[in-house]
């Protein structure tokens, strides 16, 4: 399985993107889907997580800004990330993760100015 995340950039804060990430393989539409990110200096820390059946959840940090949602049919998860912070900026990862197995893409970069 290989994930390929994009849709990082910079944006001014308050402003808004849209993180993709698409998954090969046969397992995406049975795989719980998970963002993590990873602040210059800091440890990877959880974001948000959608699982087969479309059950989402959230950080407390970004409830309510950001959205996670997946389109099976295209193998691709997606992260919305509204109302952005200078603290959001981080190389944002998508994971996919089945019970015997976890599996990581490359990481795309925000960056959110002030």
């Known amino acids: 399985v290989q994930l390929q995340a994009c849709g990082g950039g910079l944006v001014q804060a308050g402003g808004s993107l849209r993180l993709s990430c698409a998954a090969s393989?046969?397992?995406?539409?049975?795989?719980?889907m998970r963002w993590y990110r990873q602040a210059p200096g800091k440890q990877r820390e959880y974001v948000a997580r959608?699982?087969?059946?479309?059950?989402?959840q959230y950080a407390d940090s970004v409830k309510s800004r950001f959205t996670i949602s997946r389109d099976n049919a295209k193998n691709t998860g997606y992260l919305q990330m509204n109302s952005l912070k200078p603290e959001d900026t981080a190389v944002y990862y998508c994971?996919?993760?089945?019970?015997?197995?976890?599996?990581w893409g490359q990481g795309t970069e925000v960056t959110v100015s002030s």
């Open positions: 959608i699982d087969g059946a479309g059950t989402t």
């Open positions: 393989g046969s397992i995406f539409s049975i795989s719980t």
């Open positions: 994971n996919l993760l089945q019970p015997a197995a976890s599996y």
